[in-house]
Structure formats: structure tokens, C-alpha cells
């Protein structure tokens, strides 16, 4: 295997698995919505990022749908918690920030 090669898919799963497993512990605890809601943008965009290496090879447009059903399952998620509106900033935050990534073709 090449030194510059993506790791393989159960490698990519079990980092997934580890940054939820974190992500439990960050969104139980104590810390104010402020600290949460900056944290929450890290795994969402870790989760956008995998989707679009899953399926790098597919059209934008699909990648782009599955990042919106998964950004919709997050409001939908924040809008039952009625969390407060810093959660809703970050993860709109993300969602644009991925686009533009897939729109203007940077390399990450």
C-alpha cells in the first residue's frame, strides 16, 4: 500500500466510532452551549468529509443530497432538543462551509 493512501474503510469506521464515543462524553457533560455547540462543529464536519471520500467517484449532486439528509437529521435532532440557537449556528456554519468546499473544488 502507498505511504500516501486512505486508510482503509474499517480504519475510517472505527475513527468514526472514536469521535462519537468523545462527542457522548462532550455533549453530557457540564460545559456551557457556547463550548458544545464549537465542538459539535468538528464531528459533523468529520462525518460530511467521510461522505464525500465514500463517495468521491459519485456526482456532486448525490454527495451533496446525502450531506443535506444528514445536516437535516441534525436540525431536525437540535429542533426536538430545542437546543439553543449556537448549536443552529454551528451547524449551519458547517453545512456551508462543506459546500463551498465541494463547489469551489478545495483540497483538504
Known sequence: MPQDAAPPLL????????IFIISLFVF???LNDLV????????LMIVLVMV???FYQQ????????GALIVSAVLLYLYKKKLS???????FYVAVLGLCIMIFNIEI
Not at 480504519?11 to 472514536?18: A, E, G, K, N, T
Request: proline content about 3%; cysteine-free; aromatic content about 28%.
Open 36 to 43: 458544545k455547540a464549537t465542538y459539535l462543529t468538528m464531528p
Open 85 to 91: 440557537w449556537q448549536y443552529y449556528f454551528a451547524t
Open 28 to 30: 453530557k457533560s457540564k
Open 11 to 18: 480504519s475510517r469506521v472505527f475513527y468514526l466510532i472514536f
Open 59 to 66: 456526482a456532486k449532486f448525490f454527495i451533496a443530497a446525502i
Open 52 to 54: 464525500g471520500l465514500l
